[in-house]
């Protein structure tokens, strides 16, 4: 119906950059939050970053400053430029989508891409 998928993984060392971009497709009517969220080993998902239909942003403390997400509507497409890594960055990233589809049902509802690893050495 609806499938999100992730890119932009990888490994980094201590004080690199990453970018990871999520690309919606499917039965798309309207798509509002569209976010990043992370799990690390034995610790719960947490939200890292999310953005309005309009643009508007909102980001965990822990990544103020230092992460920027940005959105293309036109391509349905989120992306997350991660700066100045820390180890403590690294987990499990998933981009996540509240999406109005054009069949049933209908929602808004979440969905989720598969997940993409992020692993900063120190």
């Known amino acids: 119906q609806v499938q999100l998928v992730e890119s932009g993984g990888g490994l980094v060392q201590a004080g690199g950059s990453l970018r990871l971009s999520c690309a919606a497709s499917g039965r798309i009517f309207a798509i509002n939050t569209m976010g990043w969220y992370r799990q690390a080993p034995g610790k719960q998902r947490e939200l890292v970053a999310a953005?309005?239909?309009?643009?508007?942003?909102g980001y965990a403390d822990s990544v103020k400053g230092r992460f920027t997400i940005s959105r293309d509507n036109a391509n349905n497409t989120v992306y997350l430029q991660m700066n100045s890594l820390k180890p403590e960055d690294t987990a499990v990233y998933y981009c996540?989508?509240?999406?109005?589809?054009?069949?049933?049902?209908?929602?808004?509802?979440?969905?989720w891409g598969q997940g993409t690893q992020v692993t900063v050495s120190s």
């Open positions: 996540n989508a509240v999406v109005t589809s054009t069949s049933k049902p209908f929602g808004p509802r979440d969905y």
């Open positions: 953005i309005g239909s309009g643009g508007n942003t």
